[in-house]
C-alpha cells in the first residue's frame, strides 16, 4: 500500500497537474509553479455548488457535481485548466484513521508481514468492514524498538461515486491526497515542520483539528456543525 503522505513535489511542479478540493459548498480547482521562496498560484477557480448536491462529504447528486467542476475548469482564472491530470484532496470527515504501535520485537521484516498485521489491528478498531473500504497506510515514525503506523480506510461507496464523476469528464486522478496533509504541505513553512504542531481548519459544516510530530501526522478529529 502507497502513503498518501508522499507526493512528490518536484514532479507536481515540472507536470502540469491541477489539485481537486470539493466541500458541501464549493468547488475550488488551482494550479501552483514553482517558486521562490513559495510556489505561485498560476491558475485557480471556485464556484459555489447548491443544496442538495453534496452532504457531508458525500455525492448526492453525480450529474450536478459533474457540471460544477466541468464549469470551473472552463471559468478559471486567468484562462480555462485544459490538463486532464490532478490530485484530489478526500474529504477527512469520511476517512477512517488510527494510530498505533507496533514493536520490532515482534519479528515483523517483510513489507507483506507487516501489511497483514496492520490489517489485522486495524480491523479489530474501526466500526465498519475493511473489505468495503479502500486501505492505505504509513510508518510515520521508526525507533530501535516499535514502528508508529498511521492507517487508513476510506469507503468504497464514497470513492467509486467521486471516480464514476471523474472518468465521465475524462479527468484522471494520480493521487487521492487527505485534506490534513495538504493543507499541511500547503500552509505550514519547512521549519515548523520539524516540530511538535497542531492544525485547525474551521469550514462551514467541519472543523477539523490534526496534530503533526516532524511533519507526521499523529491525532486527526472532525467535528460537524
Not at 491541477?18 to 475550488?28: E, Q, T
Request: proline share 4%.
Amino acid at each position: 500500500m502507497k502513503s498518501l503522505n508522499e507526493i512528490f513535489m518536484f514532479n507536481f511542479f515540472k507536470k502540469e497537474i491541477f489539485g481537486l478540493d470539493i466541500s458541501d459548498h464549493s468547488v475550488d480547482v488551482a494550479i501552483l509553479k514553482e517558486g521562490s521562496p513559495k510556489p505561485i498560484l498560476f491558475q485557480y477557480g471556485h464556484t459555489k455548488l447548491e443544496k442538495g448536491i453534496m452532504e457531508n462529504g458525500k455525492v448526492l447528486d453525480e450529474n450536478l457535481l459533474l457540471k460544477a467542476i466541468s464549469k470551473v475548469l472552463k471559468e478559471a482564472w486567468p484562462k480555462p485548466i485544459k490538463t486532464k491530470k490532478f490530485i484530489f484532496s478526500l474529504p477527512a470527515s469520511r476517512v477512517f484513521t488510527y494510530f498505533f504501535e507496533i514493536p520490532k520485537e515482534k519479528g515483523i521484516n517483510k513489507k507483506n508481514d507487516l501489511s497483514e498485521l496492520i490489517y489485522q489491528k486495524a480491523e479489530e478498531i474501526i466500526p465498519t468492514n475493511l473489505k468495503d473500504c479502500y486501505l492505505d497506510y504509513q510508518v510515520s515514525k521508526e525507533t530501535e524498538k516499535s514502528q508508529k503506523i498511521f492507517f487508513l480506510a476510506v469507503p468504497k461507496e464514497i470513492v467509486d461515486v467521486y471516480l464514476s464523476v471523474f472518468s465521465k469528464l475524462k479527468l484522471k486522478p494520480v493521487a487521492l491526497d487527505l485534506e490534513n496533509f495538504s493543507v499541511n504541505r500547503a500552509l505550514v513553512p519547512s521549519e515548523i515542520r520539524q516540530k511538535f504542531y497542531i492544525l485547525l481548519d474551521i469550514g462551514a459544516r467541519t472543523t477539523t483539528l490534526s496534530i503533526f510530530d516532524e511533519g507526521n501526522l499523529i491525532f486527526t478529529s472532525s467535528i460537524f456543525k
